[in-house]
């Protein structure tokens, strides 16, 4: 299975997509920072399942229709930076969707995730992954989980790292640097969180109009 996680740099980058998908012929696709009133239903095979409505920009996630099927969505509120109390709030930070695959018949939890900005804590972001990994496995107990997007969190990872095996699950960064805008924030911000699957490797697509390169992760259930 092809996932593509994409922050689209407060939509500019959508016009992007159609191309992206073409190129790389993903399975999912989840985006970040997205104008959901202006996003299409369909990108060649991919349908859109979900997004959410409660941020002036918000997530949302399409899948292959001919190879899945929706079970159920989540959007999920996690607990406010200052920057989303002062600025507009970030009311949702987690869409979760609950899929079958048609061919295999199992079913499987894929997530879009955007955490706190840089101005928060890396506690805080912490705290939102943690509890966002808690309110996805609620989509199915025991299921394969896959959470990515951006989690704006370019140094300290050891601490995040050990903070997400000690919840059971698994922190995988991709081959190179996912944040190239200002040198003195460059890291990787996009990344993958995971439970029940096999990560074969993630790979960073080359850089488009948005200040994050896009991540293209090839991953198998267990």
Do not use: W
């Amino acid at each position: 299975m092809k996932v593509i996680s994409y922050n689209l740099r407060k939509h500019r980058a959508a016009g992007e997509l159609a191309e992206l998908v073409a190129e790389h012929d993903p399975d999912i696709l989840c985006l970040q920072e997205c104008d959901v009133v202006h996003l299409p239903e369909r990108i060649d095979g991919l349908a859109l399942a979900d997004a959410t409505q409660g941020n002036r920009l918000g997530l949302a996630l399409y899948y292959r229709a001919s190879s899945f099927r929706v079970r159920e969505m989540r959007t999920i509120g996690l607990k406010k930076s200052l920057h989303d109390r002062m600025l507009k709030p970030a009311h949702e930070r987690v869409l979760g969707v609950r899929l079958t695959d048609i061919d295999e018949g199992r079913d499987l939890i894929v997530a879009s995730f955007h955490a706190a900005p840089l101005t928060a804590l890396n506690s805080l972001r912490r705290h939102q992954i943690r509890a966002a990994l808690t309110a996805l496995a609620e989509l199915g107990d025991g299921l394969p989980l896959l959470m990515v997007g951006d989690y704006n969190y370019p140094v300290f990872k050891e601490n995040l790292g050990q903070a997400v095996r000690e919840q059971g699950y698994a922190l995988t960064l991709s081959d190179d640097h996912t944040y190239t805008r200002y040198r003195v924030f460059r890291g990787h911000y996009d990344f993958a969180t995971s439970v029940g699957f096999e990560i074969d490797r993630i790979t960073t697509l080359p850089q488009r109009s948005s200040d994050h390169r896009p991540i293209l992760v090839r991953v198998r259930p267990h």
